[in-house]
Structures are given as structure tokens and as C-alpha cells.
């Protein structure tokens, strides 16, 4: 590919994606440019239908783009997905509910032939890492929301991925457990150096796990501001006290406001209290 950068990490180039269905054309994702370079944390941030999971599929070689250039350490998705180098965790991340964890954890390495033993190790070495140890032999209706998708990052964990691509992967949990997850996936990605790309609608959950922040506006999406975070990779709760936190929230929802129009908030009037109960 006479266009392919020399550059490590991931690379988007003027990438476009045009969905053809039933006559009917959608450009998700227009002239889009991202570097996300190894090792560092990047969160797609925007309105819904803007493409960030086209982006993100794109990448994980789930569709193939209209034109553009994508390379994860100098890879195609399709080379990538050969090497084995990197992993998606999504929202959906199903677990097959007639297996255990081991072996729901076991799936991926599996597919990709590793024997049994090798298996073993590797799924007891991630259990342990999202801390399910204890729980191998659970089938997926005993375990909550929350231990399901640690499972689902355990699963993704096992193939040693250099790029972690997270599309909304706490989205079904509460505020309590997903800043918990939040900051448990820090440590991970500290202990095995991955890239991580993430798509998230939670402002916060983008400020915490990332070094830089792309808002893409509504369809066709774009990437219409890019928020550098000076936090370093060594990130505890405390973030949140940090005012450079609460400024970078608001820079990013400035930005998220700019990108599309946002609805004035109405709020409805005080009903008026019911005199019967005043009198009680
Ligand atoms: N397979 C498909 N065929 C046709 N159109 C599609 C397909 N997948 C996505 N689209 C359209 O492309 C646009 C972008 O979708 P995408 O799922 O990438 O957005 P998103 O930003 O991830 O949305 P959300 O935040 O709601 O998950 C939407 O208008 C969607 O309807």
C-alpha cells in the first residue's frame, strides 16, 4: 500500500465510510483523521449515529471502509486481525450461558488454537487480573452486570492484545461499579502497555481514561475537536479532585455543544401543592 505511514500505534487517514442499504445512503464517518500513538489511552466522544463504532469496526476489521487509509502499528485491520494484535470488547460482549468463566474466558484462545494448557494459564492469569478469582467455575446468570463484562475484558485480556478496542463496554452498568471498572482498566492497561481505543457517551469516563479525547460531530461523523489530557497513566480516584478534571470536562462538553444543536432543557413549572395535603 503505497500510502502506509511508517508509524506505530493507530493511524486514520481521511478515512470515509458509506453505508449502502435498500437504496438508501448514509455516510457515517467523513474525512476522518485520528493518530492514537502506542501505548496511549484515546476516547471517541459524540452524539448518537455520529459513527463512532463504524470507526471502531472499521478497525476491528468488522467492515471494510469506502476509502481511507487504517493501520494499527503499521497493520491493515485485515493483517492485524491475522496477527492476533488486537482484541474488541463491546457493550454485548456475550458469554455462552452454558459455560463457566474458565471457560467463557477460555473462548477466544480456543478459536485460535492454543493448547489446552497454555488455555489454562493464560485464562487463570486474567481471571485474576479483573479480580474473578474464586468464581472460574460460575455460570454466567450467577455473576452481575459488572462481573460479566470484567469476564468479557478477561476473555479479551487472554490474547495479549497491543490494542484494546472498547466500544461502550461499561454502558449497561451503574455510575458506581463502571468508575470502578474505569479505574480497574487503568491498572491493566498500566501492567500490559496497551493502546486503548475507546467509545463511551460519558464525558467523565472519557476525561478518566484517556490521554486524548476526539468529539465527533453528527452524522457524516467527524472529529471536530481533540482534547489533550495531561494526566500521565498513573490514575487513581482522586482524579476527580484534580481541577484540571472539571476543566477538561467542560472543554469537553463545549465542544459536544458546538459539534450539533443542543435542545434547550425545559423544565416543567412547580405544580402547585395540593391544599388538602398543606392542611394535614
Ligand atoms: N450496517 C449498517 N448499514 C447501514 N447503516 C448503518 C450500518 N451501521 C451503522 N449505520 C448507520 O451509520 C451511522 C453511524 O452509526 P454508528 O453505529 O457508527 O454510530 P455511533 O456513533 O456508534 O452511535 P451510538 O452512539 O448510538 O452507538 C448511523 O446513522 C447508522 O444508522
Not at 470515509?16 to 448514509?26: A, V
Not at 467492515?63 to 493501520?71: D, H, I, R
Not at 474466558?105 to 492469569?125: S, T
Not at 458546538?258 to 395535603?277: K, M, Q, T
Amino acid at each position: 500500500m503505497a500510502d502506509r505511514r511508517h508509524r506505530e500505534g493507530i493511524v486514520v487517514r481521511g478515512l470515509t465510510m458509506t453505508y449502502e442499504r435498500r437504496g438508501i445512503t448514509t455516510t457515517a464517518v467523513a474525512d476522518c483523521d485520528l493518530v492514537v500513538p502506542k501505548g496511549s489511552w484515546a476516547s471517541l466522544l459524540g452524539p448518537s449515529g455520529c459513527g463512532k463504532s463504524t470507526l471502531l469496526k472499521i478497525l476491528a476489521d468488522i467492515v471494510k471502509p469506502t476509502s481511507g487509509l487504517v493501520t494499527m502499528d503499521e497493520l491493515t485491520p485485515a493483517e492485524a486481525r491475522a496477527a492476533r494484535i488486537f482484541a474488541l470488547v463491546s457493550q454485548q460482549s456475550t458469554m455462552l450461558p452454558w459455560r463457566r468463566l474458565a471457560e467463557n474466558v477460555e473462548l477466544g484462545l480456543e478459536l485460535a488454537g492454543i493448547p489446552k494448557r497454555e488455555r489454562r494459564a493464560r485464562a487463570r492469569e486474567a481471571i485474576e487480573l479483573v479480580g474473578l478469582s474464586g468464581f472460574e467455575k460460575a455460570y454466567p446468570h450467577e455473576l452481575s452486570g459488572g462481573m460479566r463484562q470484567r469476564a468479557a475484558i478477561a476473555r479479551a485480556l487472554t490474547l495479549r492484545p497491543k490494542f484494546l478496542l472498547m466500544d461502550e463496554p461499561f454502558g449497561a452498568l451503574d455510575e458506581i461499579t463502571r468508575e470502578r471498572l474505569n479505574f480497574e482498566l487503568i491498572q491493566i492497561l498500566e501492567e500490559s502497555g496497551a493502546t486503548l481505543l475507546l467509545v463511551t457517551h460519558s464525558v467523565s469516563e472519557a476525561v478518566i481514561l484517556s490521554d486524548q479525547v476526539a468529539v465527533m460531530s453528527p452524522r457524516p461523523g467527524r472529529i471536530v475537536h481533540l482534547a489533550s489530557l495531561p494526566f500521565g497513566h498513573h490514575r487513581t480516584p482522586a482524579l476527580r479532585d484534580d481541577p484540571r478534571f472539571a476543566a477538561a470536562e467542560r472543554e469537553l462538553r463545549r465542544a459536544l455543544g458546538n459539534g450539533h444543536e443542543v435542545p434547550p432543557v425545559r423544565i416543567a413549572p412547580e405544580p402547585e401543592p395540593d391544599p388538602a395535603l398543606l392542611a394535614g
